[in-house]
C-alpha cells in the first residue's frame, strides 16, 4: 500500500545530553509496555559497546553520535543506541587514540574536552579559539568556567528549566567547571568527529 510508513526516522543534533536523546528516543519510539526517559537512560548506562575506546567511561554520553537515522517500525530504544554508538564507532580513528597518548589524556578525556569545546561554542570557526582557553586554564590549573557543564548537573539532578540559576553555578558536582578545575568525569554531549 502506498503512502504507509515504512521506517522511524530520528534526528539527534550535535551537543544533546544523553537526557535529551532519551527523551527523544522516548517520544519517537513508543514500546509496549511503554518504555520511561529513566529506562532508556539506563540502557545508556551499559558501556560494554565502548569499552575498548573508554573502558573508564561511566556511560555512552558522548560516544552517541548526533546524527539522522532511518529504522524499521519494530526498532526498539536499544537499537537506536546501539547503532548510535556504532556511528560513533565509525567516526572514531586510531589516530586519535595516539595523539590522546602523546598529550597524556585519556580517550574519555579527548571526547569530553571535544563535548566541552561543542557546547561552549556552535560556530566551527570559534572553536579553535575555545579549545586554546580550554587547554590554557588546565595547564593552569584553573576552573574552566563552562556554563554548559552548569546546564548538564542541572539536566543530571533534573532540576534544568531553561535559565541557569545560582545554586546551579553553586551546585556541587564533579561535572561542574565553574566550581572544581580539571576535566568533569566525562562528556557532557553528543559530538561529532
Not at 532508556?40 to 556511560?59: Q, V, Y
Not at 565509525?90 to 578525556?109: F, V, Y
Request: negative net charge; charged residues 25%; aromatic residues 8%.
Amino acid at each position: 500500500e502506498s503512502g504507509s510508513v515504512r521506517a522511524r526516522r530520528i534526528t539527534i543534533p550535535e551537543g544533546f545530553t544523553r537526557f535529551d536523546i532519551a527523551k527523544r528516543i522516548q517520544e519517537n519510539f513508543p514500546q509496549e509496555p511503554p518504555v520511561t526517559e529513566d529506562q532508556i537512560l539506563l540502557m545508556m548506562s551499559d558501556t560494554t559497546l565502548i569499552k575498548e575506546i573508554a573502558p573508564e567511561a561511566r556511560n555512552l554520553e558522548g560516544f552517541m553520535y548526533p546524527n539522522t537515522y532511518e529504522f524499521p517500525l519494530d526498532a526498539t530504544p536499544q537499537d537506536v543506541i546501539n547503532k548510535m554508538v556504532e556511528q560513533f564507532k565509525k567516526t572514531w580513528r586510531p589516530e586519535w587514540q595516539q595523539r590522546a597518548a602523546e598529550m597524556g589524556r585519556s580517550p574519555l578525556e579527548i571526547v569530553t574536552l571535544a563535548s566541552l569545546i561543542e557546547t561552549e561554542s556552535p560556530v566551527d570557526d570559534e572553536r579553535p579559539i575555545v579549545s586554546s582557553v580550554i587547554h590554557n586554564r588546565l595547564a593552569r590549573n584553573m576552573a574552566l568556567g563552562i556554563d554548559q557543564t552548569v546546564v548538564y548537573v542541572a539536566k543530571m539532578q533534573k532540576r534544568w528549566d531553561g535559565t541557569i540559576h545560582k545554586s546551579d553555578i553553586e551546585a556541587d558536582s564533579p561535572y561542574n567547571t565553574r566550581k572544581y578545575a580539571g576535566i568533569p568525569p566525562g562528556p557532557i554531549s553528543s559530538v561529532t568527529a
